[in-house]
């Protein structure tokens, strides 16, 4: 045999050994571990939210204003946080039409929710829904200079002056302290340049039956009353008036009229 056959054939033996060796080791190599699967479960989808159609302002009203359709609309609302109070569509499908010409009787806002307690209904009077038990309403005689030059609004407090001239002498006395607004005949119209503010001849005060009496007779007693306006945290209630025969004047003060720089006696 030739040398070269000797090679060759040496050569495809060593191949054939490390053939031999490799297929023993893949043959005895653990098979790989299988990895658990994990099962992809999806979250369950939320509840849809219940809601409820809530009747809402279009737009801003105050005290007194009367409810029109165009200030009114529906509007959805989580059902879970629906007040009581609130007007309810599915409860009163023509709430709308049936508010339409009710009073109102303390302000609401754009999209606040209209609650019937806000309201005064059809063929009861304004002032006696908004007037406490045991309270009346008394209209006193106002000019814009006597109301503070017209800062005095609805549900401020103020203090009743009565001024009186005689003999060239200026007297003034406090008839009432504390006293609440009820109305006042104030309204705003647009002018040529801009919003201007009239003033009425009247502003309706909450006072007690023995009040009533006692400023009805100032009315008449005296030249002119005064509102005095208190500060917000000045507000108090004011203590109830004594039997009639112990009346006297809470503060007296007398001013001397000057005229042509000599003061009258």
């Known amino acids: 045999?030739?040398?070269?056959?000797?090679?060759?054939?040496?050569?495809?033996?060593?191949?054939?050994?490390?053939a031999g060796i490799l297929a023993k080791g893949f043959m005895d190599e653990p098979a790989p571990v299988p990895q658990p699967q994990l099962s992809e479960t999806s979250e369950p989808a939320p509840p849809p939210v219940a809601v409820e159609e809530v009747l809402v302002m279009v737009e801003p009203i105050g005290i007194g204003e009367t409810l029109i359709l165009e200030q009114m609309r529906w509007q959805k609302w989580p059902a879970e946080v629906v007040d009581p109070s609130y007007v309810v569509k599915s409860k009163e499908p023509d709430a709308i039409n049936k508010l339409v010409g009710t009073t109102v009787r303390l302000p609401l806002t754009v999209g606040e929710p209209i609650r019937k307690n806000r309201l005064v209904g059809f063929g009861k009077n304004y002032m006696s829904a908004v007037l406490p038990k045991g309270m009346r309403a008394l209209a006193v005689r106002v000019s814009s200079e006597s109301t503070g030059g017209g800062f005095v609004l609805p549900n401020d407090y103020v203090d009743l002056m009565g001024i009186k001239t005689e003999d060239g002498t200026v007297n003034t006395n406090i008839i009432l302290e504390n006293v609440r607004v009820l109305a006042i005949d104030q309204f705003f119209k647009q002018g040529p340049d801009g919003p201007q503010t009239s003033i009425g001849q009247t502003a309706t005060l909450e006072l007690s039956p023995d009040e009533v009496e006692l400023v009805t007779v100032a009315q008449q007693t005296y030249d002119q009353i005064s509102l005095v306006l208190r500060s917000v945290k000045d507000v108090g209630i004011r203590a109830p008036l004594p039997p009639l025969g112990e009346r006297e004047d809470r503060q007296s003060k007398t001013v001397r009229l000057i005229k042509g720089g000599q003061a009258s006696k």
């Open 1 to 18: 045999m030739k040398s070269s056959q000797i090679i060759v054939l040496a050569v495809a033996l060593v191949a054939a050994i490390g």
